[in-house]
């Protein structure tokens, strides 16, 4: 069983930064992609960020490249997502997930999930 934690959510001002952290427990995650994802009132969840934890490949959506980086400890077993410069469009419930393979934007190749963060930008 793996469990997955977020946390570092809130509320900033538009230009301003957070970070969200995803602690991770139950099993080795070597061989595994680790993912977040965000979903806004209204619309569907999409792909934000993805790191694969063997070879520390990251991939980014074109709405975050360059403002969002996502990171990983291997000794807490932990992902983060560093976002700066954010925009009232990124208020969204984050989520982490985990896949037992490579990073996708697909939702649907992921195994676990946390229970969400929200983050909310002000303008």
């Known amino acids: 069983q793996v469990q997955l934690a977020e946390s570092g959510g809130g509320l900033v001002q538009a230009g301003g930064s957070l970070r969200l952290t995803c602690a991770a427990s139950g099993r080795t995650f070597r061989s595994y992609g680790m993912g977040w994802f965000r979903q806004a009132p209204g619309k569907e969840r999409e792909f934000v960020a993805g790191?694969?934890?063997?070879?520390?490949?990251?991939y980014y959506a074109d709405s975050v490249k360059g403002r969002f980086t996502i990171s990983r400890d291997n000794g807490k077993i932990t992902v983060y997502l560093r976002m700066n410069s954010l925009k009232p469009e990124d208020t969204a419930v984050y989520y982490c997930?985990?896949?037992?393979?490579?990073?996708?934007?697909?939702?649907?190749?992921?195994?676990?999930w946390g229970q969400g963060t929200q983050v909310t930008v002000s303008s």
């Open positions: 997930a985990a896949t037992t393979s490579g990073v996708g934007q697909h939702e649907k190749i992921y195994d676990f």
């Open positions: 790191i694969n934890w063997n070879d520390g490949n990251t």
